[in-house]
């Protein structure tokens, strides 16, 4: 049953002999004498337990992780189990209930001989690590890119502890095997920055490289790389890939590494990666193994080596994914039969799970449907969607602030920090459907994190929410944050860095910029975790003195039962027009809506209702499709013509003003509102009282009853023919200016009038001249008789 891949990595000369039926087989180069005495080591690797002792589906539980590793131990003494981090942390129940002592206990009964620090290992803090952790702890913990910082101490009570271990060796049939130990980069992100002031995280490659160069000059014959960093996708060229944190590790870990077991991303991968210097070298193998065994105890990495101690070379590996549960026939994962629960783990375990029960029993409260967390289209959590859970979160955590800081406004809540969602749904007849134990609270919120409250003006509220979307190189691109009723917003998915929340509102008015907002986070959030470094430029800092599970507790006991929102606090509003723009009648107005819908059990709306400056334009349908990674689910594509009755607070509007587009989704609740400037009467408004009976030719636009011939705009009474604009009351040809009741006249009339004046006193004159041509005709006939 169990599924082994042969992985013997061969030099040019070698590869021409081809494949075996159990995997590539390792063929010394001729160059190369007869091999000598040989030791076979076996290292077998976990990493992203987080607490997973009892068996649970896929999970196997630290029995059969340990009975597992006693098989392998017994077929081959010169074994090392080891791991890559987060053995710790944001573990079930069971563990979390008893501060994780009883996987500490687990994995030492199990012999793990040695483990890189991961991220979880940080959740309580740099000193919690040293001072209870690793005392507690067996096996050595490594840290080679964890240092206290120069010139400082790292202020625990464990003063024989300093800096974490670098390295760790251990010597099997006179092979000596070394390993380094390194923990993501990211750490400050992922961990409470204030937990951890005391040390720098420095460059993984740097680090490695160095200890490893150290280690084959002290002697070590074959070296292994734990990291707690891992590939995105179980591809072997995203494991390759320069341009991401952890294909500049495996490209950048130099010829003295001889293996890297990986982690962190919680994926299950077995790649073969080519070295250049050791083809380069002539080497018997010239492709490293880059392993991560998944997560929560599924699988166990095995790197077999074949040492030559004459050589000194490795001369084969061999590579394998053990699966520690196996799907039967109907699908269901049962414990894999090549392995047995080992007994004295398994009294570990149960001793745990017996004082969890009594702990975890306790009802806390009442509620009538579940909070979830986002999801991804195949199923997985999204840290990136929002969720009722986390808005709800958000809500009780505000709840509990202000009672020991009534001042309190506004809570944001991390995605990271919830790590189930809260089902409805019982577990049998003490835990009917709705009810919520104190085990169920603990496993969405292990964390323990403090409350926090401080204060940030209205632009640093708006640039929290900006640093949802993380910055390059980050472990997520977009981490969505929860957040209390009262506070809801717009955001641009298609704007640039620092441009994306278009506007703000709290407690339905504007949030005013130079304004001043109590808020209250977890201490994670509060000291910057997760990149949302403006938070930690709060001023008036407070401890509540509350936990955030407590917090949980309290409320429920208030509040019960409780009831998901299901109306989205952020939705997205791109727009395709223009959204500065002066609309008329029968213009179009296009935008693009999106997070309109949550991504689990929440309702649906297959369509929402359009509106503007109250006209009921109809509907638009609504896309449930998941986007992931983002909060783009439940879009909807709004094109609407500019109606010619438009009313606003049920007047009729009679000139260019802000109304409102409102789009509203029935089932949810959710309603958007996106400001529009419209002028119903279009580029030349006339809204005078004139009447009149002109006709004619009209260029513009007259709401009025005049008649003629008209380019202009014209809001009066006037009678005539008018090609200006006039809207007073006054007849007649004025061509001046009157600020009183009256507008003049402007443009053409004016000379019209002039050119009749002008036609008339030629008439006129022409007549008199042909008068005075008669009388002196008729004065010359008289004097000749």
């Avoid at 070590?220 to 179980?234: K, M, P, S």
């Avoid at 490795?314 to 007994?343: M, Q």
């Avoid at 920090?417 to 292990?446: H, I, K």
């Avoid at 957040?483 to 407690?507: N, R």
């Amino acid at each position: 049953m169990r599924l082994t891949r042969r992985l013997y990595r061969v030099g040019a000369v070698g590869a021409a002999f081809g494949l075996a039926t159990s995997g590539l087989l390792s063929v010394p180069s001729a160059a190369m004498d007869e091999p000598g005495e040989t030791v076979d080591v076996d290292i077998l690797g976990i990493n992203d337990f987080h607490g997973r002792l009892e068996a649970d589906g896929q999970a196997a539980g630290a029995a059969l992780l340990a009975g597992a590793v006693d098989e392998i131990r017994g077929d081959n003494p010169n074994t090392v189990f080891a791991a890559a981090g987060d053995l710790i942390g944001a573990s079930t129940f069971v563990s979390f209930v008893d501060d994780d002592n009883p996987t500490i206990d687990a994995l030492n009964a199990a012999g793990l001989d040695v483990s890189a620090v991961g991220n979880h290992e940080f959740d309580k803090g740099y000193c919690d690590l040293v001072d209870r952790v690793i005392p507690r702890a067996s096996w050595e913990y490594l840290g080679a890119n964890v240092k206290v910082k120069s010139g400082q101490t790292h202020g625990c009570e464990n003063a024989e502890l300093e800096d974490l271990a670098e390295s760790w060796t251990t010597e099997l049939d006179g092979v000596t095997v070394g390993f380094v130990g390194a923990v993501t980069e990211h750490l400050p992100e992922l961990v409470s920055p204030d937990g951890i002031a005391s040390v720098d995280v420095l460059d993984v490659v740097e680090e490695t490289n160095r200890v490893a160069d150290e280690l084959k000059a002290d002697g070590a014959d074959i070296v292994v790389l734990l990291v707690h960093e891992g590939a995105a996708t179980t591809d072997v060229e995203s494991a390759t890939d320069p341009n991401t944190d952890f294909g500049a590790i495996v490209t950048g870990a130099n010829a003295n590494v001889d293996a890297i077991i990986s982690g962190h991303t919680h994926l299950a991968y077995d790649h073969d990666v080519e070295v250049a210097e050791w083809v380069d070298e002539g080497r018997t193998v010239t492709e490293r193994p880059v392993v991560s065994a998944g997560q929560y105890g599924y699988n166990l990495n095995q790197l077999s080596f074949t040492y030559d101690t004459e050589a000194e070379a490795v001369t084969a590996i061999e590579s394998a994914i053990l699966p520690l549960t196996v799907e039967d026939d109907e699908g269901n994962w049962v414990p894999n039969p090549e392995y047995e629960p080992d007994p004295e783990v398994q009294a570990i375990v149960d001793d745990a799970v017996d004082k969890a029960e009594e702990l975890g029993a306790e009802s806390l409260g009442e509620i009538t449907a579940d909070f979830n967390r986002a999801q991804q289209s195949d199923g997985t959590e999204n840290r990136g969607g929002e969720s009722t859970l986390g808005n709800f979160v958000a809500d009780v955590q505000l709840a509990a602030a202000q009672v020991t800081d009534p001042a309190t406004q506004i809570a944001v809540m991390n995605p990271g920090g919830l790590r189930t969602d809260m089902t409805y749904a019982g577990t049998g007849e003490s835990d009917p459907d709705g009810n919520v134990t104190y085990r169920e609270a603990a496993e969405v919120q292990p964390f323990a994190n403090t409350l926090v409250t401080l204060t940030l003006t209205g632009e640093q509220v708006v640039q929290v929410l900006e640093e949802q979307w993380q910055p390059d190189g980050a472990s997520r691109p977009f981490l969505k944050l929860g957040v209390s009723a009262g506070l809801t917003y717009t955001y641009d998915p298609q704007a640039a860095a620092g441009e994306h929340v278009t506007s703000v509102t709290f407690d339905g008015q504007p949030l005013d910029p130079e304004g001043e907002y109590r808020v209250v986070a977890n201490s994670f959030l509060a000291s910057g975790g997760d990149n949302f470094a403006t938070l930690a430029e709060g001023t008036d800092v407070a401890d509540t003195g509350q936990i955030d599970l407590q917090a949980m507790v309290d409320y429920l006991a208030a509040n019960s039962p409780a009831a998901p929102d299901y109306a989205q606090r952020a939705v997205g509003v791109s727009w395709v027009s223009d959204p500065d723009a002066v609309y008329e009648p029968g213009d179009k107005l296009e935008l693009e809506l999106s997070s309109l819908l949550f991504s689990t059990s929440e309702p649906v709306d297959e369509t929402a209702s359009v509106t503007l400056g109250g006209v009921d334009l109809g509907t638009v349908t609504v896309d449930d499709t998941i986007i992931d990674t983002t909060d783009e689910v439940g879009r909807a594509h709004i094109s609407v013509t500019v109606p010619d009755d438009l009313a606003a607070e049920g007047a009729q509007l009679a000139a260019a003003t802000e109304t409102q587009l409102v789009v509203t989704l029935s089932e949810t609740g959710t309603t958007v509102t996106v400001p529009v400037t419209v002028d119903p009467q279009g580029s030349g408004t006339d809204d005078g009282t004139e009447t009149g009976d002109e006709t004619g030719d009209v260029s513009g636009t007259d709401d009025g009853a005049e008649t003629g011939d008209v380019s202009g705009t014209d809001d009066g009474a006037e009678t005539g023919d008018v090609s200006g604009t006039d809207d007073g009351a006054e007849t007649g040809d004025e061509t001046g200016t009157d600020d009183g009741t009256e507008l003049p006249d402007t443009g053409s009339s004016g000379i019209q009038w002039w050119l009749i004046i002008g036609i008339a006193v030629l008439v006129v004159g022409g007549v008199l001249y042909a008068l005075s041509r008669r009388k002196g005709s008729t004065s010359a006939g008289s004097s000749d008789s």
